[in-house]
């Protein structure tokens, strides 16, 4: 039986790694940000929306940067390594979510 690749270690070339965390803190200030909203009553609920909207957007990004690279580095090689059947489980798994 194959061993699942989950222990496989997250390969991200520097420039998408910088560029994910810088997009996380991003996400992290406007959650701070909406907090702070929602502790005020004279907020509009579109302005907490929109603002939620940004933080989706944001977070679909990153999860867009990883994927690519799980691709690129995990997937393109699973034949190789003769483990293709839990790439596969793998990949739907993570779909479900997407």
Do not use: F, W
Not at 49 to 71: F, M, P, T, Y
């Amino acid at each position: 039986m194959n061993a699942p690749v989950s222990h496989c270690a997250l390969r991200l070339d520097p420039a998408i790694r910088d560029d994910a965390r810088r997009r996380l803190l991003s996400v992290k200030g406007h959650v701070e940000g909406i907090l702070r909203m929602l502790e005020t009553e004279s907020v509009y609920c579109v302005d907490v929306l929109k603002q939620i909207k940004a933080v989706d957007g944001a977070l679909n990004k990153v999860g867009e940067l990883v994927l690519r690279c799980h691709l690129r580095n995990h997937v393109v090689t699973a034949h190789e390594r003769g483990d293709e059947e839990v790439i596969v489980a793998e990949l739907m798994e993570v779909l479900k979510y997407r």
